[in-house]
């Protein structure tokens, strides 16, 4: 299990994936808005979505977990 957590305190304002979904290394999962500035959220390595924590609208804290892979 890998956990992707928020790079930095923001909004998420829209989520790419769904839980059960495969990504690939690099794809965009969400968008996290921070300052203004809409920053991609990324996954490091192939996998499959196994439970997404956030929705848009929620406003996260740095290091806090988004989602999940396996």
């Given at each position: 299990m890998t956990?992707?957590?928020a790079p930095m305190p923001g909004t998420?304002?829209?989520?790419l994936i769904a839980?059960?979904?495969n990504v690939d290394e690099n794809q965009e999962l969400l968008i996290l808005e921070s300052m203004k500035m809409e920053n991609p959220v990324c996954a490091r390595d192939p996998g499959t979505v196994a439970?997404?924590?956030v929705k848009p609208g929620d406003k996260v804290l740095?290091?806090?977990?988004?989602?999940?892979?396996?």
């Open positions: 956990e992707i957590k998420i304002i829209e989520v839980p059960g979904q439970e997404v924590r740095a290091q806090q977990v988004l989602l999940v892979m396996e």
